[in-house]
């Protein structure tokens, strides 16, 4: 084996490794508080469309019995096994008819895009008022750096594009001005992590958004 061969080896087992502990630690709890976080913003009896939706287990929560919102999913790559009923896309246009759903959510995909707007403003469309949105916010060097590395953790294992599209407030709410989006809620309180965890990964990096068609 070469020398390049073995160091590809060593980082295939520290990146398995570290998979292995960030889905032991933090998956099973970070789905939990975004389900609770996230279920709090729809409205009882919603029809809600999760664009991105992986494999499916938030997706699952929220439409648990009892919930009153009934969720299908749309995914550019979709996984072998999906918890909610999903449908492939191009990533650009979502294959529905205008108007199609009371909510439309993304949980943590807008900055795998080169350009947040495009699919804010298909949202926009085929939402009948809501469009809420957990993702990141960088308001500096650090902040970005903290991000990257989370994102390589969590989505390369996968094969999921990352592009590291990370902004501001400032600069999302641009961003949803532009695509005819007001904010109805918005928090950056969202306990994904627990201590000493949060300490790093935490401290306001993400949000959660509920916007509204204007």
Known sequence: MTENAKNEAKKTV?????????????????????????????????????????????????????SEISIEGVEFAPRPQCAIRCR??????????????????????????????????EARRVTRQFVLIKDHLSENRFDFKTLQFMDWVGNRPHGVRLPYNYQSRKEWEASFAKCGLSIAQWTSEVPLYPFPFSLLVGRGLHFVALLEKV
Not at 31 to 52: C, F, H, K, M, Q
Not at 92 to 97: E, G, K
Not at 103 to 120: M, S
């Open 88 to 121: 492939p896309f191009d990533g650009a246009v979502l294959p529905f008819a205008d108007g199609s759903f009371d909510v439309c959510l993304f949980v943590d995909v807008l900055h795998h895009t080169d350009d947040v707007t495009v699919l804010l403003r």
């Open 14 to 66: 520290a990146l398995s490794a570290l998979q292995a502990a960030h889905a032991k630690m933090v998956f099973g709890r970070r789905v939990r508080v975004l389900a609770e976080t996230l279920s709090a913003r729809i409205p009882p009896g919603s029809a809600v469309l999760d664009i991105g939706c992986g494999d499916g287990t938030i997706g699952s929560l929220l439409a648990k019995p009892g």
